[in-house]
């Protein structure tokens, strides 16, 4: 167990539609990044937040936006959903901003249909 | 940005053979390099790390190597078990970039 919860699990949901992704990080790392994998592929990189504000950004898609809030969890938001947007969304944690270590959680599985 | 890339994409040993993975970087400026590995169903979990200050590092049947000369690091699994079987994914990045990216990932099987 990595100590970062992602949920749900699974997400199954229709085209055009908008759903959230809600990441708590582990106790203590301020900084939470979000990727995206799709079937068979590696690990895309969309954005990254450290303690409230933007750090990084991906390949991130505009209809796709994030935030963090104060007690540090963030949420990834994907709107007007499209058949290639399932996949698993993956989110990390690590301590500091320039950090070494991610330690990334069990991920959701998005199913668009 | 930052281009990793990962071979081969598919391995499959023997268990008790060792197995070698490789990467190649394009930013010179990137000096962290992890390496996951990713069980079906799981989110990928840290196994080892470099730092560009180091060329070689080791722990138990796994070893890492780093050539900064030639932008390339690879795994190192030694007397592989079934339990090794999953995919491991590369990644780079520069200290002052929180960009990490990861390489395409290989898909390692051991027979047992």
């Known amino acids: 167990d990595s100590g970062v919860t992602q949920t749900p699990k699974h997400l199954i949901t229709a085209t055009g539609q908008r759903v959230t992704l809600r990441c708590s990080p582990r106790s203590g790392d301020l900084s939470v990044y979000w990727y995206q994998q799709s079937l068979d592929q590696g690990l895309q990189f969309l954005i990254q937040?450290?303690?409230?504000?933007?750090?990084a950004k991906g390949n991130i898609l505009e209809r796709f936006s994030a935030q963090q809030f104060p007690d540090l969890h963030s949420e990834l938001n994907l709107s007007s959903l499209e058949l290639g947007d399932s996949a698993l969304y993956f989110c990390?944690?690590?301590?500091?901003?320039?950090?070494?270590?991610?330690?990334f959680g069990q991920g959701t599985r998005l199913t668009v249909v | 940005g930052e281009n990793v890339e990962q071979h081969p994409s598919t391995l499959s040993v023997q268990e008790g053979d060792s197995a070698v993975i490789k990467c190649t970087y394009s930013d010179s400026a990137s000096n962290y390099f992890p390496w996951y590995k990713q069980e079906l169903g799981k989110g990928p979990q840290l196994i080892i790390d470099?730092?560009?200050?180091?060329g070689e590092k080791k722990d138990q049947r796994i070893a890492v190597t780093l050539n900064k000369t030639a932008k390339h690091f690879s795994l190192h699994i030694t007397e592989t078990q079934p339990e090794d079987s999953a995919v491991y994914f590369c990644?780079?990045?520069?200290?002052?970039?929180?960009?990490?990216?990861f390489g395409a990932g290989t898909r390692l099987t051991v027979k047992p």
């Open positions: 937040y450290y303690n409230g504000e933007e750090r």
């Open positions: 990644a780079a990045r520069k200290n002052n970039n929180n960009d990490m990216r």
């Open positions: 470099i730092r560009s200050n180091v």
């Open positions: 990390a944690s690590g301590p500091v901003a320039a950090n070494t270590e991610a330690f």
